[in-house]
């Protein structure tokens, strides 16, 4: 386990689509999804000290939840919680943590990693991470990891690759927004696609020299206040400036325009648990494909549905097919799973109402 390992890992989302257990006061990464024992982000520090000293992992999240981060993080220093006062998406905060890390290690080699993604077979992960860690400290390349795709998924990015290339770690061609159902089908049918994972890896040099590129302003943006990184003065500084760095994504900001962008096709089983249904996929099912979380639960001419409540509530459901019912504190949500998309949708209408 090499010093030179760093991992910034993105636990700032709100996690809107797993209302009413996500809240944008106590997030998804926050919450045992699985009922395993630990939550998402537990599961994730775990995963990536497998291969990073832990001191070297970074928690990059949103000031509101650093109480949160402390409380299921404690061996994590708070010099290595970085905190955006404001929500400008992965580009500024993936900058910010890479001027951070430069200072500490300018030799550093980083993996930014979802705080709130399910992982199979860790024991593949970490040779995949590995081996990306090993090409990036030896060539000035871009690297993400790359998820073969089971069916034409619309709610994920693709990356296209040189379908020519032969070789185990791949020249990406293009990124590509999610797809309706026929072009995603098309992506599938290639061979030539993969899902976008949204795990990077470079070394510093190499995402900086990118960001100076492709991302000028914003780069000066981050410089002024470099020489205050890590002192105690780094904080009013990003307070001041934080908010003038332009919304944007890593994709956009920088992977998308750069042309030594490589994938590595992983070999674990990924998903990036972003919706109950997601999560439904990944859950052990009964002999009617009901999955449960935490509920003690008695189905009769029921199938498909998955069920979360707290741990030990006993939960009757007769006659629904394919429904979400999920009961947390107050709220009580019965939703078809079809239609799962609309639920970041209704929960700002309920909260709304509720403030009437």
Known sequence: MSSNYYAVIMAGGVGSRFWPVSTPEFPKQFHDMLGSGDTLIQKTFKRLSQVVPKEN????????????????????????IILEPDMRNTAPCILYAAMKIKK??????????????????????????????????????????GILPTFPNTGYGYIEFNKLDSRPIKKVVQFREKPDYVTARKFVQSRHFLWN??????????????????????????????????????????????????????????????????????????????????????LPKDDNDNAV?????????????????????????????????????????LYPKKKEQEIKVVSQQVTDKLKQ
């Open 57 to 80: 992992i970074l928690i990059l999240s949103h000031e509101n939840y650093q109480e949160i981060v402390k409380e299921q993080l404690p061996s994590v220093e708070t010099d290595n």
């Open 104 to 145: 500490k290690n300018p030799d550093a080699v980083m993996v930014v990693a979802p705080s709130d993604h399910w992982i199979e077979d860790e024991l593949q992960f970490v040779s995949n991470l590995q081996r990306t860690f090993d090409v990036c400290e030896r060539d000035k390349v871009l690297m993400t990891l």
């Open 197 to 282: 994972s949204g795990i990077f890896i470079w070394s510093i040099s190499s995402i900086l020299d990118a960001f100076s590129e492709f991302q000028p302003v914003m780069t000066e943006l981050f410089d002024q206040g470099y020489n205050l990184l890590n002192t105690p003065a780094e904080k009013a500084f990003i307070e001041e400036n934080y908010s003038k760095a332009e919304n944007i994504s890593i994709d956009y900001a920088v992977m998308e325009k750069a042309n030594n962008v490589y994938v590595l096709p992983a070999t674990f089983d990924w998903n990036d648990l972003g919706t109950w249904g997601s999560l439904y996929d990944k």
């Open 293 to 333: 979380v935490n509920a003690t639960a008695f189905f009769n001419n029921a199938t498909n549905n998955i069920v979360r409540t707290a741990k030990g509530k006993v939960v009757v459901v007769d006659g629904l097919n394919d429904y979400i019912i999920v009961d947390k504190d107050d709220i009580l949500l």
